[in-house]
């Protein structure tokens, strides 16, 4: 028996010194996987998609929108320098960033900086997304502000809070810049209950209270920005092109409800979507793709999802809508990590020509 335990006694130990190893190369690999990653996050691409629009009027040919979505307070190198580096000698007539710039924990600074390298030379505008904080006030602050800090600086630098329509004009030809609520919503219904509401906040109790005078501002500023997208609504013409802003991806039975009610009428409706949301699945497996996804309305979500509608060019119901692959991580996911997914900008170029 005891030449036995001589015997097998070494190859255990044996064993476990190779399962050692093993677990040594393992986290090693982890590690310089995470330093590449991470390493990679910071390097941006530069993704260029055309898009057919075959009534384009001929002036708009070749117009480009920079898309930049969901930066969620990243940095992509100092002062951003990997995301110029990608947009040298790129040219564009608009930029959209198209909300989650700041993130929940609204450090502005980031987006701030990226609106410095963007510049002055063309309109900047931005919507605000689910993960930004609210974008206008409800509360008292001590002076007569509505709308958030970010937003504010934001508009220091030139940029444009799109919460109603914005019109560019090139050698005659119109394009216009929509929040999606501009379709969204019926607009007249609720101006009417944005008015009672003010009514209602000036004949109450101590209507000139802080609270009271906040929530005042608020509405009165509602109203106008209701008024101001009916009569752009009221202005805008079949030949004209209408990109839509919406930081979620609007859902097929939103756009199957918007299409029936434009039914037999001339309103208009969007010619393409520009959205973010969905960091094209944050989290990703070489061949497998995106690792979660949230569930969504529509039924989709949860583990490997696949690539259907995350990211890119979709079409949907006849829709085209634009999912930016996104700049930075996001809270949206239970994983807060960026992994095998470089952040990306998108030129998206208007075209009337078949591709």
């Not at 929940?104 to 510049?119: C, E, F, R, S, T």
Request: glycine share 10%; net charge neutral.
């Amino acid at each position: 028996m005891a030449r036995r335990q001589g015997l097998f006694g070494p190859r255990r130990r044996r064993k476990r010194y190779g399962c050692l190893a093993v677990v040594f190369l393992l986290l090693i690999s982890l590690g310089v996987m995470i330093g590449l990653n991470s390493l990679s996050n910071r390097f941006v691409k530069l993704e260029i998609q055309a898009l057919t629009l075959p009534d384009l009027p001929r002036a708009l040919e070749g117009f480009a929108i920079l898309h930049l979505s969901d930066l969620n307070a990243a940095t992509l190198g100092s002062n951003h320098e990997h995301l110029r580096k990608a947009l040298e000698g790129e040219s564009y007539g608009a930029v959209c960033l198209t909300g989650d710039m700041v993130g929940k924990g609204g450090n502005a600074q980031p987006m701030i900086k990226l609106l410095d390298v963007i510049g002055d030379k063309v309109p900047v505008i931005l919507i605000a997304g689910a993960g930004d904080p609210a974008p206008l006030l409800s509360f008292p602050r001590g002076d007569a502000e509505v709308l958030a800090p970010y937003i504010r600086e934001a508009q220091a630098r030139g940029a444009v809070y799109l919460d109603r329509p914005v019109m560019m004009e090139e050698d005659g030809a119109r394009i216009w810049f929509c929040p999606a609520d501009t379709f969204e919503l019926d607009l007249l219904s609720a101006q009417r209950a944005y008015q009672d509401r003010l009514n209602q906040l000036n004949t109450g109790d101590n209507p000139a209270s802080p609270e009271n005078a906040a929530q005042i501002r608020l509405v009165e500023y509602q109203l106008k920005m209701l008024e101001d997208s009916a009569a752009a609504r009221a202005e805008m013409k079949p030949e004209d092109i209408i990109v839509a802003l919406r930081h979620h991806p609007p859902e097929t039975r939103l756009l199957d409800e918007l299409r029936e009610a434009a039914e037999g009428t001339a309103a208009p409706l969007p010619d393409v979507y520009l959205s973010g949301q969905y960091n094209n699945g944050q989290a990703r497996l070489p061949g497998l793709g995106p690792i979660y996804l949230p569930p969504q309305a529509d039924g989709r979500g949860g583990w490997l999802p696949g690539d259907q509608g995350l990211s890119g060019l979709n079409y949907v119901k006849g829709q085209a809508v634009y999912i930016s692959p996104g700049l930075g991580v996001s809270s949206y996911y239970p994983i807060p990590i960026r992994l095998f997914n470089r952040p990306a900008a998108t030129l998206i170029q208007l075209t009337s020509r078949l591709r």
